[in-house]
């Protein structure tokens, strides 16, 4: 499986961001993808998921209301728009995909190299 990720970069606070995921090779055995973040110092975070069976989201309380995760069938894309985009939202953005859910580092079988976000106040 490879994660190939788009988008992200500098923001200004209250600003929007969107990020891509492309989704290639044998990925009919997981149904979780989306988005956690790596701030600086600090551990990787959940953000963001969809299951592709039924297109369930589910959000960290940081970014609910904010942040909007959607999904290209079709594709084998995932999105990430982040809307009022705070300085703390500044961290290393990774798609990650498995088999259940990815709100866990536990539950991720591939990584997506990682795209910087940035956002100043």
């Known amino acids: 499986v490879q994660l190939v990720e788009s988008g992200g970069g500098l923001a200004q606070a209250g600003g929007s961001l969107r990020l891509s995921c492309a989704a290639s090779?044998?990925?009919?055995?997981?149904?979780?993808m989306g988005w956690l973040r790596q701030a600086p110092g600090k551990g990787r975070e959940f953000v963001a998921g969809?299951?592709?069976?039924?297109?369930?989201?589910y959000y960290a309380d940081s970014v609910k209301g904010r942040f909007t995760i959607s999904r290209d069938n079709a594709k084998n894309t995932v999105y990430l728009q982040m809307s009022s985009l705070k300085p703390e939202d500044t961290a290393v953005y990774y798609c990650?995909?498995?088999?259940?859910?990815?709100?866990?580092?536990?539950?991720?079988?591939?990584w997506g190299q990682g795209t910087q976000v940035t956002v100043s106040s």
């Open positions: 969809i299951r592709w069976n039924d297109g369930r989201t």
């Open positions: 990650a995909l498995g088999p259940l859910t990815i709100a866990t580092e536990q539950g991720v079988s591939s």
């Open positions: 090779g044998r990925t009919f055995s997981s149904n979780a």
